[in-house]
């Protein structure tokens, strides 16, 4: 037991995110993300929300500073699905940067994904949930 961790965040995910060196990239993605088949390493955190998981990784893991640090899956041309997650992912990170979030299209973010770090598989219902982050330097 360590104090001051959060308790949401797996031994395996820190152990992930100690590994992870600056400019290394990190997915917090919903549940319907295929995760399984785009991740190099998966960590799964089934029964969680994104915004929780979001919330206790940003109390460890540097923003990157030199590049956008954050990157949101946008919504496919025409759909017009509400995203009100979005705003609740900006609230979450604006104390740790002032950067805006980059949006990508599907299947560019989809490929960019497989090349991240690793991908954390949250239990996350929201549509267009998934997340990029970029790790800094402390």
């Known amino acids: ?7 949401i965040l797996s031994p ?3 152990k992930i995110l100690m590994e992870m060196g600056h400019g290394d ?29 979001l919330e206790a990784i ?4 540097p923003l990157d500073t030199y590049a956008p640090p954050v ?5 496919v041309p025409g759909d017009t699905v509400q995203t009100p997650i979005w705003e609740t992912y900006r609230k979450i ?9 980059v949006f990508l ?10 090349q991240a770090y690793a991908v954390v598989y949250t ?9 990029k982050k970029k790790k800094g330097v402390i």
């Not at 239990?123 to 997340?131: D, H, S, V």
Request: aromatic share 10%; proline share 5%.
């Open 71 to 75: 990157y949101l899956m946008d919504k």
């Open 25 to 53: 990239e990190l997915v917090i993605s919903d549940g319907n993300f295929p995760a399984a088949s785009m991740a190099k390493r998966l960590v799964r955190l089934d029964g969680h929300a994104s915004c929780k998981v």
């Open 1 to 7: 037991m360590l104090k001051g961790i959060p308790s």
């Open 12 to 14: 395996e995910l820190l």
């Open 93 to 101: 990170t604006a104390p740790f940067t002032d950067a805006q979030p």
């Open 58 to 61: 940003l109390q460890l893991f």
């Open 123 to 131: 239990g996350e219902t929201a549509l267009y949930a998934k997340k």
């Open 105 to 114: 299209e599907r299947y560019a973010f989809y490929e960019r994904a497989k």
